[in-house]
């Protein structure tokens, strides 16, 4: 259900891909995906899921070294991207048992970044959330772009993830108006209180307005440049900074 890219490839705008792209280590670095406004997303009948796919190459499992190969300074641009998008190194995220061990090592912000993508570039696209979270930025991940695109549809979370020991990314010129609800569940219901105690200490007596997620968030993720946006649809927040807190032991 997927294709690795290890070229560049240039789309119509008439054209539908329902297959994933995915960009994997040092054989797609460098590749230029240009949709010029073709439109990916699932077969009729399927999950959304993710539709584009940036990671490194694990190293060998008969090697004693444990660097991981980034894909680094991929161009996609000009796609409509009805789905997600992830851009992941060692670890699909904080919680990610691949970290443990190196968490409790020094060198580990250092030993993630190195091993994550990098020079990522998405620039005049439309994101269309349905569901899951539309941008996320796994661990590690660094001097990457989002540039001059519109973020919307609808997600269960927010629109945009910036994960631990990520850092150095811009987020420029974009439209962002998500609309972001919650999972129903006992995770649900928790931030639904959290949200309430916090709708409180603001003095406001509608506490159950604040309902759903901000738009962005940092979490434990560093020197980022959010420039020239435009945020609507911010009921429940714009941009939240966040304590990496040691979710899965990390």
Known sequence: KNIVLDCHLHLSASDVVTKQLVFRGAASSGV???????????????????????????????SSDEKWTPAENIQVRNCVIEGSVRVRGMAS?????????SSRREGHSHRVRANAPSGIVFERNQFIGQGAIPIYFAPGVHDSMILNSRIGGFSNSVALYLDAESGDNTIKGNHIDTETTL???????????????????????????LTGRELIAIDGS??????????????????????NCGEGGN
């Open 32 to 62: 230029t995906l240009d949709c010029n406004g073709a439109t990916l997303k699932a077969a009729p009948g399927e999950d959304a899921g993710v539709r584009i796919t940036v990671t490194s190459s694990p190293p060998d499992k008969k």
């Open 93 to 101: 995220n904080g919680e990610d048992k691949t970290l443990t061990e």
């Open 183 to 209: 999972k129903q569940s006992s995770s649900g219901k928790a931030r639904k209180l959290l949200f309430s105690i916090y709708n409180q200490a603001k003095g406001e007596t509608n506490a159950s307005s």
């Open 222 to 243: 560093a020197r980022n440049r959010i420039v020239n946006n435009r945020f609507s649809n911010l009921d429940n927040g714009g941009i939240f900074l966040y304590r």
